[in-house]
Every structure is written in C-alpha cells, then in structure tokens.
C-alpha cells in the first residue's frame, strides 16, 4: 500500500501546470459600462475582468482570441439574456482554446439559429458554440429556457473544453436538456465538423426534457448526435428526468447518429424516463463507460439497438464487461446529492487505473484530480484492491467522481469525506472524560 498523500503529492508535482493567470487590462465597468462593448474593442491577448453584478446582455466574443474573466466568481457575476432571443454567450467565428471564459453564471438565453443550416430550431440557449473550440472553466448554466435543445449548451461541429462548470435547471420540450452535440450539416467527410467537446468535473442535475411537450424527449441531461465524439470525466449526472414523451429515453446520456460517448470516472444516479434506460440510452452510436458508478435509475438502466460498453463500472443491473460490479454502491447521501464513497463502498479501489490514459489526453493536470480536488490513484488501507493499479506509484483508482480520502483526513470525525465546522461540532460535544 502506497501513502495517499504521497501519490496525490507526487502526481500533482509530476502534471500539475504552472498558474497562467494574467493581468487586467480591460475592466467592466469601469472602462466599458456592458461586457460587449469591452469584448467590441478588445484586442488577442487582452484580458476583460468583469466586476460582480447582474448584466442584461447576450454576448458574441467574435472569434477573439482573449480571456473573459469575473473577479467575484460565478455566484457573483451574472449575464442575463432575458428577454433578448439570443444564446446568453456565443462563440460561431472560429474561437480556439486561447479563447477563454471564465467565472460567469449564464441565464435566460432562449438560443440563436445555426449559421449554416436549415433548422429553424434555436440552440443553445446558455451558450452556443459553432465551428469554435474556446475553453470554459468555473461557470454556471441554468434557467436557459430554449424551447427544443441544448438548454444550457449546443455544440455544432464545435470542441469546446469545458472545466469545472455546473449545468440545472433546464426544461425544453426536446432533446440535451443541458448539452446538445451534434455536427455541422453538410458535415466534411474528414470528419473536421464533428463536434469532440470535453467535460471534465462537471455538475448536470435538475434538468428536465418533455416538460414543455415534446414527442421524442432524448437526453434529460445530455444528446450526443451525428459523428460527435465527447468525453466526460469526473462528471456527476443527477436528478435528470425525461418524461412525457411517445420516446422518453436517456436520463443522463441519450447517443444517435454514429457518434461516440466516452465517460470516465462519472457518476450517474436518480435520473428518470419514462420508456427506459434511467441512465444510458444508445442508437446507432457506441457509448462507453469506464470506472463509473451506476444506481437508482428508472425505468431501468441501459436500453437502445447501439453499443454500451462497461468495464469497472458499479451497476444496477449486471452487463457485460471486465471489473464490472453489481448492487448498491454506499454513496453517502444521494437524496441530498452527496455522492461520495462511504467507507464500506464496494467502489473503493476497484477501477481501472490504467484507462485514465485516454482520459488524460491533454488534461493531465485535471484528471490526477477527482471531482473535489483531491489526488486519485490512492488505496486505502486496509481495502484490498480488486482494480487494476497505476503502474508507476502502483495506486488503484476508485470507481464513480469522487476518490476516498478517509486516510488523509483524520479530522473527519463524521465520516462524510469533508472537514468542517460539524466535526468540530462533534469533537467539542464529546469533550471531556470517558464515560
């Protein structure tokens, strides 16, 4: 057994990157009154801080290669699109990585119309990204009221990265209640306008598909459509419901078109539909699930004529697939969405660790991370192992968003993963002699 604290310092020393953040060089609002009119005269390299407030505004960052940044983080500082009949942020002109935003909670955005196309659907109603890959991190999409898909987000033929970010509280009538991914139409052969977003440590709950009356309600949380190929890692999917629909599949993750779903690490549960597959549903597409964690789903937990892969994933009900495990996973409190490991979890050091390879393509310095911040790769003691450990510091990753951390964290007198004001609480009411 390897210390925790030894291969979680030893990884972050091993991938961590150097802080990046630059200065301020224009400020909102006291160089420009509204966020557009800063991004109108910025110029690639600049950097727009934004003061907390509240800013009535649908923004278009024009393919500039700059950093959007909020000083008082996304609670503190948000875009409001009501009433605009626009996406609440846009990106449709080529933006690439070094195009970033960052901090901003994003509401009200009813979508915009593809540039190319002949949908006359709007998409994306929090933000809409198409034939642009701009980086995402720390922000909030919720209460975007966009009427057919992609409440929080809609990817056309777009690859955006997107960290750290929570998706909840949409309802549309059709399909990607949070996220739709699909490519651009009269797509090049090539497959250069396939979406391939990337979401790492990302929250998807509340979100709701058929609500508003939709027929073919796929995806309460997520549709991957036409040659997309996505991955999640250290992703949560709860509490997503598709319902109402002739076709209500897909709670967390409904796939079509030959696309390719890869999640690592996630974990997916209480989601509902109404016509099956609670978690996954798969058409014509190949989804696959590795070290993920599966439970109390309804109706039922994987369903469609595509493929679904899992490999040491803790599921509801038995599939194929190397390491897999079936039964309750002994999340701490799921009804209050605190999904991490008790320590009698049958998830403890039981996935692979040696798939996170792919996962980490490009994104090693998050994913050496679980979904608190805490080091992966690390086994517990007295847990004995039943995945397959890392090689080089030989720690064995667990199964689901969240790594255990109980060895590192001997104040944790309650048990709950975390070191607070109840665990003092707890000591101080046990202070005194033994009884």
């Not at 609002?29 to 966020?35: L, V």
């Not at 689901?400 to 709950?416: K, V």
Request: hydrophobic share 40%; glycine share 12%.
């Amino acid at each position: 057994m390897y210390s925790k604290s030894l291969i979680a310092t030893t990884l972050v020393l091993l991938f961590a990157a150097p802080s990046t953040a630059s200065a301020c060089t224009i400020h909102v609002p006291a160089d420009y009154p509204t966020i557009q009119q800063a991004i109108d005269a910025a110029i690639a390299g600049d950097v727009i801080c934004v003061a907390p407030g509240s800013y009535s505004e649908a923004l278009d960052l024009q393919g500039k290669a700059i950093i959007l940044r909020s000083i008082g983080g996304a609670a503190m500082t948000i875009v409001d699109a009501t009433g605009l009949m626009d996406s609440a942020i846009s990106c449709r002109t080529g933006e690439g990585p070094d195009s970033i935003i960052e901090g901003f909670t994003f509401t009200g955005g009813q979508g915009r119309l593809p540039t190319a196309g002949t949908t006359t659907e709007r998409l994306g109603g929090g933000m809409f990204n198409e034939g642009s890959s701009p980086t995402v991190r720390h922000c909030i999409f919720e209460s975007n009221p966009v009427e057919t898909r992609g409440g929080g987000m809609a990817n056309l033929g777009a690859s955006p990265v997107v960290t750290n970010c929570i998706f909840r509280h949409h309802s549309t009538a059709s399909d990607g209640g949070a996220i739709y991914n699909t490519s651009l139409d009269n797509a090049a052969s090539d497959g250069s306008d396939n979406s391939r977003p990337i979401f790492v440590n990302c929250h998807f709950y509340d979100n709701d598909i058929g609500l508003l009356g939709g027929l073919s309600n796929q995806g309460a949380a997520v549709r991957d459509d036409l040659m997309t190929q996505a991955r999640y890692v250290n992703c949560v999917f709860r509490d997503n419901s598709a319902v109402a629909g002739v076709s209500a599949f897909g709670g967390a993750l409904a796939a079509f078109g030959s696309s390719t779903s890869s999640l690592y690490n996630c974990t997916i549960v209480n989601n509902v539909t109404d016509n099956g597959a609670g978690a996954v549903y798969a058409n014509s597409s190949t989804v696959n699930l590795i070290n993920c964690v599966i439970w109390g789903n309804t109706d039922s937990q994987f369903d469609g004529p595509g493929t679904i892969n899992a490999s040491y994933c803790s599921l509801q009900a038995a599939h194929t697939g190397a390491g897999n495990i079936v039964g309750d996973p002994l999340v701490k409190c799921a009804s209050s969405g605190n999904l991490r490991l008790g320590p009698a979890s049958p998830c403890i050091d039981s996935g692979d660790s040696t798939a996170l390879t792919a996962a980490m393509t490009g994104l090693a310095a998050d994913i050496v991370t679980d979904l608190d911040g805490n080091g992966r790769f690390a086994d517990m003691a007295g847990v004995t192992d039943t995945g397959i450990p890392i090689g080089f510091v030989g720690g064995t990753v667990d199964m689901g968003a969240y790594e255990t951390q109980f060895d590192n964290r001997p104040a944790d007198i309650n048990g709950d993963g975390l070191v607070n004001v109840t665990d003092l609480l707890a000591l101080l009411a046990a202070w005194g002699g033994c009884p």
